[in-house]
C-alpha cells in the first residue's frame, strides 16, 4: 500500500518561506510522477507543482511560478517544496500526491494516491 506523509507546514509570516516535505513508502517512487495540490475550505483542491520521475522536468501553476520549488530524492523516496515570497492567499492545506503516469499532470484525476495533507497558514 503507497503512504504518502507531508511534514513541515505551520504558520509563517507573509514574505516568509517554508519548505514542505513529503515522505512516500513505496518502492516504485522513483518511477512516476509527483505533485503539490492545496486546499481551502470550500473550494476545490488545485494544483500547485508536479515533477517528473527523473526530477528534470517540473511544471507550477502560474499562481505560484518563480515563487516555489519542486524537488525530488528518488534515493530516500522524498519530494519536497520550497515556498518563498508566500501571501496570504497561499494558507491552504497542502497535499502531496503520486501520479498513475510519468509526465507532468496538472490533472487532479491523474493523482492515484494522497498523503493527509498539511497546514500552511500566512499571516498579513
Not at 46 to 69: H, L, M, N, P, Q
Request: with cysteine.
Amino acid at each position: 500500500q503507497v503512504q504518502l506523509v507531508e511534514s513541515g507546514g505551520g504558520l509563517v509570516q507573509t514574505g516568509g518561506a517554508l519548505r514542505l516535505s513529503c515522505a512516500a513508502s513505496e518502492r516504485t517512487f522513483s518511477s512516476l510522477t509527483m505533485g503539490w495540490f492545496r486546499q481551502t475550505p470550500g473550494k476545490e483542491r488545485e494544483f500547485v507543482a508536479s515533477i517528473t520521475w527523473t526530477g528534470g522536468s517540473t511544471y507550477y501553476a502560474d499562481s505560484v511560478k518563480g515563487r516555489f520549488t519542486i524537488s525530488r530524492d528518488n534515493a530516500k523516496n522524498m519530494v519536497y517544496l520550497q515556498m518563498n515570497s508566500l501571501k496570504p492567499e497561499d494558507t491552504a492545506v497542502y497535499y502531496c500526491a503520486r501520479a498513475a503516469k510519468r509526465g507532468n499532470t496538472d490533472n487532479l484525476e491523474d493523482y492515484a494516491y494522497w498523503g493527509q495533507g498539511t497546514q500552511v497558514t500566512v499571516s498579513s
